[in-house]
């Protein structure tokens, strides 16, 4: 069986979307060109999609056209080691998930401890936010709130008015033992997101947990959010003006 044929079965037992590079079909490094050659025809005969240099995938097609793979399966390479989760989709990737905007945008961001310089794969822009906590599967939708409210005012197509009441709405289901950890990754984000976690959770909450938050704050330094006392009456409490 040749290297084409061999190449084919594999494939053949993938999903749709799935990313997969020519280094998953290498046993020996000499057969780096033949696997090459062998994606790269697949592609041509419409077997296969490429993503980008190196990187394909078994398209999906329906009446509407091809399907493009998950943004997740996009750079799933970057977001998880040997199984080990190092980073997490953030950011413009999980606005209109959490219901803040319905732009899809082409800019995948991502968190992550280290971070690296912008590029490109396929049509996506890829981008990184540093992420100061360390991230496991547990707290990932807790930090993704954390970044929308660090971010509140770069949300495409949304207003502050419309991001705050959305986000007081997200903090609201979260359970008392979320609200809590959220509490305590907060504090490694910038004073102005804490200031505006807290004055979210004192709409919810006892103040038991907000003292926490205010005991982190400078209490003179003054955070410009304007309006946001028609949904956050007690924003004023933060210094948010």
Do not use: C, H
């Not at 040997?82 to 899809?104: A, D, H, P």
């Amino acid at each position: 069986m040749n290297t084409t044929q061999l190449i084919t079965r594999r494939i053949e037992k993938l999903p749709t979307g799935q990313i997969f590079s020519y280094t998953d079909f290498l046993k020996e490094p000499r057969q780096r060109e033949a696997v090459i050659k062998a994606l790269n025809r697949m592609v041509e005969a419409g077997k296969l999609a490429k993503l980008s240099k190196g990187k394909y995938y078994k398209a999906e097609q329906t009446v509407f056209g091809t399907l493009e793979p998950d943004q997740y399966q996009v750079v799933k390479d970057l977001l998880e080691d040997n199984g080990k989760v190092t980073g997490y989709l953030t950011g413009y990737s999980v606005y209109n998930k959490l219901g803040l905007t319905t732009q899809i945008s082409n800019i995948i961001q991502i968190g992550k401890s280290d971070v690296r310089p912008q590029f490109m794969r396929g049509r996506y822009t890829i981008m990184f936010v540093r992420q100061k906590n360390v991230i496991t599967k547990d707290n990932i939708t807790l930090l993704q709130i954390l970044d929308a409210i660090r971010y509140i005012k770069k949300i495409p197509d949304a207003t502050l008015f419309s991001s705050t009441e959305r986000l007081l709405a997200i903090v609201k289901d979260l359970t008392l033992t979320d609200k809590k950890k959220m509490v305590g990754l907060s504090i490694k984000y910038p004073a102005s997101t804490r200031a505006l976690l807290g004055a979210i959770l004192d709409e919810l909450v006892s103040t038991d947990l907000t003292m926490k938050l205010r005991d982190t704050l400078n209490p003179v330094t003054v955070y410009k959010m304007p309006g946001i006392f028609t949904i956050l009456p007690k924003a004023i409490n933060w210094n948010i003006k």
